[in-house]
């Protein structure tokens, strides 16, 4: 059975009301989540690609990258679970994960079951709530996979937006 209906959640998925890129979060981290999620990316054999800047290297240990200076830039992975969805991770802090998916790549219920897969992965892994809201937004996330349902659900509202 699907985590979410297509016409139950279209809204959170239209770009001009959450932002083309919405936050995706995990909040608690630690480094060795992280590490996790670059396991599981690994175990998966997603396709991936990691840079430091213009430069593309192999995906380095979660210590090694959450390590490097404050001035060295952002590092990212980029992942692809399908060949047509991209999430794109930043090694920001080491207690928050967070990433990026594009909305414009999240249209229908075929894709939509493709994050929610993606979601419940990496939440399982973890055991940890992963959150999605609005693109810059209050932090107050409108759907994500709780692990007590170990699913996908609604967190907000749809006519709210």
Not at 18 to 26: I, T
Not at 45 to 56: N, Q
Request: include cysteine; glycine fraction near 10%; charge should be negative.
């Amino acid at each position: 059975m699907a985590d979410l209906l297509w016409d139950d959640v279209r809204c959170f998925f239209d770009p001009d009301l959450m932002g083309s890129l919405p936050d995706v979060r995990v909040p608690g981290a630690s480094v060795e989540d992280w590490q996790s999620v670059l396991d599981l990316v690994a175990e998966k054999s997603w396709t991936c690609r990691y840079c430091e800047g213009e430069a593309v290297l192999a995906v380095p240990r979660a210590e090694a990258v959450l390590a490097r200076p404050g001035d060295a830039g952002c590092p990212e992975l980029r992942v692809w679970p399908t060949a047509d969805v991209l999430a794109i991770f930043r090694f920001y802090a080491d207690d928050e994960i967070d990433f990026d998916v594009d909305l414009r790549e999240l249209q229908g219920r075929e894709r939509l079951d493709v994050f929610c897969g993606f979601l419940g992965e990496i939440g399982r892994r973890l055991g940890k709530a992963v959150l999605m809201g609005p693109e810059g937004g209050d932090g107050h996330p409108v759907l994500g996979f709780d692990v007590e349902a170990d699913r996908v659900v609604v967190l907000a509202e749809p006519l709210a937006w």
